[in-house]
């Protein structure tokens, strides 16, 4: 029972989700996973463990520039390309994704201004930004059934870019009618309400993108199906929640001189947090394995490269519409797990069976049970260059072992 509430943790993250190379990984994590002693988080990401960060280093100087020694001759010209933005407004900027965001947009002094349902809470995790110097702004997400709110519009109004990652979260959740209707309400109605303001605004107020997070759920589940861009959408609570997340965001057409990108979001692979920070202990303890028949196919993307892709998203004026945002290497759950163990040393031993996750999680365990094999066609296309393109290179990027 111990054993089943241990692997029950992983599903606190949220994972969603035409391999070439794939196969390779279990050839290689095959009998290797004695090697290794000790686990570490990997520092390598611009905003990777954000509280670790701040007791590591002091405001000093001297912190400051190990900060920076740690971004990666790669991030650093992310970094760069960062610098050119003038000023973003984050929705959601707590989580996971939006902070290793903050993190890398605030090193790069853009004005960020954060819209959250709680201020004090996100003043709390961001506070050591504002005491090096960097301009942070605080926004309270307003109610969702008013129709006008003066100080979210302002908040909004003249900015480079609203990114949109507001959403209760998906995974490690028994969803209950309720809970189903604020998984909807806190994606639909929060991008709904973004877009209001935006068309309520005076054309030269409006910013000039919107980058609307979604996730590859889009496209509904299949152990044998491809899907990218130009698939249609599935017909399963996700997929029709993704749908009306979209729809909401695509309501602000080019007309009103805001671009819309859509990003689909695969499972976010990073150090600190997410899937990583779900299944990392697990497999420390030696209690690692796969979830369900091992054969679902996970859609996945490192976090710096999903970063990346925003940035990108914010700076390149011909990125419209829909994007996949997961690497072009989607993996199997058997061999996630099987890289996994291989690079921190552990066993791919001890399987969660089908009915325990079913059990627990009721409608919500598809989000474990199924994936999807999703391949990011627009996005290679638009010239965006994965930084980690396969999973062993991505894990290892957010795991240091010595
Ligand atoms: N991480 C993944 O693997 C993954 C994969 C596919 C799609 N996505 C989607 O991408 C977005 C960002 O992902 P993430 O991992 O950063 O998510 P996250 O860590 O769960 O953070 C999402 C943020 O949404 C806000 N939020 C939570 N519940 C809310 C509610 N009921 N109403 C309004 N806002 C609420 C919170 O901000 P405040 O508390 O500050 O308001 C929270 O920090 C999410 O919408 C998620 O569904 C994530």
Known sequence: ?????????????????????????????????????????????????????????SSSKRGEDRA????????????????????????????FVGQQLVTLLAKAGVELTIVTRDVARAKATFGKYERRGYSLQYCQLPSLVLDQDVNFK?????????????????AGKRWSEAYKDELISSRVRVTQKIVE???????????????????????????????????????????????????AARQLDQSFGT?????????????????????????????????????????????????????RSITDENMLGVFNACS???????????????IIGRPNWLPVPTFVIRAMLGEGSIVVLEGQRVYPSRTLASGFHFQYPNIYSALEASINVS
């Open 1 to 57: 029972m111990l054993f089943v509430l241990i692997h029950a943790s992983l599903f606190k993250t949220c994972p969603h989700q035409k391999n070439k190379s794939f196969g390779h990984l279990s050839k290689r994590s095959k009998f290797l996973w004695p090697r290794t002693k000790q686990l570490t988080v990997a520092k390598l990401s611009a905003g990777a463990s954000n509280t670790d960060r701040d007791s590591s280093y």
């Open 68 to 95: 920076y020694s740690e971004i990666t001759a790669a991030n650093r010209s992310l970094l760069d390309r960062a610098k050119k933005v003038k000023s973003v407004c984050i929705v959601g900027a707590t989580g």
């Open 154 to 170: 302002a908040c909004l109004a003249k900015k480079d870019a609203v990114v949109n990652l507001a959403g209760a979260p998906i």
């Open 197 to 247: 303001m935006i068309m309520s605004m005076d054309k030269e107020e409006r910013p000039k993108v919107l980058i609307n997070a979604s996730a590859v759920g889009y496209y509904g589940v299949s152990d044998s199906k491809e899907f990218d861009e130009s698939s249609p959408p599935g017909d399963d609570f996700l997929a029709v929640l993704c749908r009306k997340w979209e729809s």
């Open 259 to 311: 671009r819309v990108v859509i990003l689909r979001f695969g499972i976010v692979v990073g150090s600190g947090g997410g899937v990583l920070g779900s299944m990392t202990p697990i497999f420390q303890m030696f209690l690692g394995g796969p979830v369900g028949t091992g054969r679902q196919w996970i859609s996945w993307i490192q976090i710096m490269d999903l970063v990346n892709l925003i940035i």
């Open 328 to 342: 072009p290497e989607p993996v199997t759950m058997n061999d996630f797990c099987e890289t996994l163990g291989n």
